[in-house]
């Protein structure tokens, strides 16, 4: 018989590669960006068009790639990173297989533009499935530029099989958090369809997770770190109550490169015991720096599972490294995380200096302690739990019989101390059902003592079950605009905003069409003022697309949060009596008055014991 075997053809072996290394855009993505990365880049930049279906582009301002490097860099196994397999073992790039580049230009329309730093001219080169479609001298600043069009344009069957706009878009942008959090010391931005979604200067590595996951992310983080003669431990997790019910932030970088481990989260969520509400997960950003020859990243093509030679080892310091975090910086838990100071500090104040901060540290916590420890500190953590709130109410006489005098006594200090609180009996009367203290707090009596509800918050909690059970009954009133208002947004949003229009429309909102850059509103609902929707909308597409979307993912839950959100009344409004009442009986009529729709509390009480001890 004749022989049979023959060699593929380069093009088909690199179209087998590809499938391999490129399952999607976001693949493209990390490649290209790692690339730019292992260039020395400072400064790098990522264009997406059509959630990379059409394009993806990186700029960076590194070293560049000679007239030769640039033609050779799209052969399979070309690498300028390994020369003998030793080098295999002591890996400081992030590339190494010299697969990525043949691979893409096998399925895309792939241009290069590079230029060496002491070149005047760079080169161009255009390959359109593996092949050399032109190459050319051209004008181009220093570093390299890799564009990747019509991904897929040849495999149509690979084409068809990427999900929704959104969906890859959101793989994207996780890679792209990944790539920009190991290296805070490199400027990113990201352009998406023209508009600028990330732009992240050269900072620190605290700042640079602020930048990425916002402002409120500052005062969740507790830092960790950790040296010892195997493993440096250094980053953040996030303070036990501010775990999340998704995965979404959870982050392990090895010596700088995005992994994943099932093993090693079980160690850091095994030192929150104890401290994490069930159903939660804590929120993560630590970095593990190992000599390289104790892993091997070789295991997986897409390289983000390492395996390390010592895993118990890592397992057991970094449990004891972030346990230990947790007991140091177990601060007394911070009431009102949304407080804004400049809102109540009455301005006289203001010249005053101000105190040094009390910090509670839990000296005797000793982290290598099993168990018991971490079981006590878990109880004290637990906030007493409220009594539900109808035994609040449960024989609270109506005017006249209790006390007049509940509030008579008490200064508040928005209050002018010369004259008397209250200026007549009907005052006083009125003031024992309920007062705003602080343009904050609703103060009310109770049978047992006092109740102080959080304004913004409570009414957060009412919005919150009023949307749902208009989105569930799908009976939300509409008002019809006169003119209809035309709100600018990208193509994105307009699409997450399309995701959600039957929900939307069930609570109210009417919209009659969108172009690719406009949203077209005519009728929104009774509670919300025209001025806000722009506001309403910007909000819920910023929390969609914060939201990972996997399977505790509900729009309904998060489009009425959102809402609510938005919409409640804010600190530092004044409410009338009759707001300050009504507020009160709605709390108390839904179904979970006891917290916000984010699991804040909406209200305390205090007894008249718990204040006779005061007086002691
Ligand atoms: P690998 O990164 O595994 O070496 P790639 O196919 O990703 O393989 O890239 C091949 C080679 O092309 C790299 O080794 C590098 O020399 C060169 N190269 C790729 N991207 C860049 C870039 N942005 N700047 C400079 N050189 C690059
Ligand atoms: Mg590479």
């Known amino acids: ?58 700029i960076d301002n590194g070293k560049g790639m000679s007239t030769t490097d640039a033609r050779l860099s799209f052969e399979r196994h070309a690498t300028s990173k390994i020369k003998t397999a030793d080098d295999l073992f002591k890996l400081n ?46 004008v181009t ?21 990427l999900k929704s706009d959104t969906v890859e878009l959101r ?5 792209f958090h990944r790539v920009a959090l190991a290296h805070p010391d490199i400027g990113f931005a990201l352009y998406n369809n023209g508009s600028e979604t990330f ?24 830092p960790v770190e950790e040296v010892t003669e195997v493993l440096e431990i250094s980053g953040f997790v996030c303070k036990p109550e501010f775990a999340k019910k998704t995965r979404g932030e959870q982050f392990f970088f090895v010596n700088n490169r995005f992994i994943k481990s099932a093993y090693l989260n079980h160690a850091v969520v095994s030192a929150f015991d104890g401290l994490l509400k069930t159903g939660t997960h804590p929120s993560y950003f630590l970095n593990l720096t190992v000599d390289p020859q104790s892993i091997d990243i070789n295991i997986h093509p897409t390289k983000t599972e390492v395996k390390f030679d010592d895993e118990h080892t890592l397992y057991a310091l970094l449990r004891s490294a972030v346990k230990h975090s947790l007991g140091q910086f177990n601060i007394a838990p911070v009431l009102d995380f949304d407080h804004d100071a400049n809102l109540d500090m009455p301005y006289k104040y203001d010249a ?18 099993e168990e018991t420890n971490s079981r006590a500190r878990a109880v004290a953590y637990k906030k007493e739990p409220v009594t539900t709130w109808e035994s609040l109410y449960v024989g609270l006489e109506s005017k006249g019989t209790s006390t007049p005098s509940d509030f008579s006594e008490v200064r508040f200090e928005s209050e002018p101390e010369t004259s008397s609180m209250f200026k007549n009996v009907q005052d006083i009367e009125s003031a024992r059902t309920t007062y705003q203290l602080h343009n904050k707090y609703i103060v ?35 008002q019809q605009l006169l003119f209809p208002l035309k709100l600018p947004f990208s193509a994105n949003e307009i699409e997450v905003i399309c995701q959600l229009q039957d929900d939307l429309q069930h609570t109210g909102f009417v919209f009659s069409s969108h172009a690719e850059d406009t949203l077209e509103v005519t009728g929104v609902p009774v509670s919300v003022p025209e001025s806000e929707v722009s506001i309403i909308l910007e909000q819920l597409i910023s929390d969609v697309e914060n939201e990972v979307p996997d399977s505790n993912f509900s729009a ?16 530092g409004q004044v409410l009338q009596k009759e707001e300050q009442e009504h507020l009160v009986n709605k709390l108390f009529a839904c179904k979970e008055p006891n917290t916000s729709p984010t699991n804040r509390t909406t209200f305390v009480t205090m007894s008249v014991d718990e204040l006779d001890k005061k007086f002691i």
């Open 444 to 478: 009310s009596t109770i049978k047992s003592g006092m109740l102080v509800i959080d304004q913004h918050r409570a009414h957060q909690r009412i919005l919150y079950e009023d949307f749902l059970k208009n989105m569930t009954v799908k009976e939300g009133i509409s």
């Open 556 to 571: 309904t839950d998060l489009l009425a949060k959102s809402m609510a959100k938005s919409l409640a009344i804010k600190t």
């Open 171 to 175: 793989h994207i942008i996780d890679e």
């Open 199 to 222: 732009n992240l200067p050269i900072t620190n590595y605290r700042q640079r997770i602020v930048n990425i996951f916002g402002n409120k992310t500052n005062e969740k983080l507790v």
């Open 93 to 138: 790039t992030k590339g190494f297989r010299g697969e990525a580049l043949a691979s893409i230009a096998a399925i895309a329309h792939v241009e290069l533009k590079t230029k060496l730093e002491e070149d005047n001219l760079g080169n161009t080169i255009v390959i359109e499935g593996s092949q050399v479609a032109s190459q050319d001298i051209v």
């Open 141 to 161: 600043p220093k570093g390299t530029s890799i564009s990747v069009k019509n991904l897929f344009f040849n495999i149509p069957a690979r084409r068809n099989f």
């Open 1 to 58: 018989m004749a022989d049979i075997i023959q060699l593929l053809p380069d093009h088909v072996a690199n179209q087998i590669a590809a499938g391999e290394v490129v399952q999607r855009p976001a693949s493209v993505v990390k490649e290209l960006l790692e690339n730019a990365i292992d260039a020395g880049a400072s400064q790098i930049k990522l264009i997406i068009k059509d959630a990379g279906k059409t394009l993806v582009q990186v």
């Open 352 to 369: 005053k200096r101000a105190g040094s901060p009390n910090i509670e540290v839990d000296r005797s916590f000793n982290p290598f302690q």
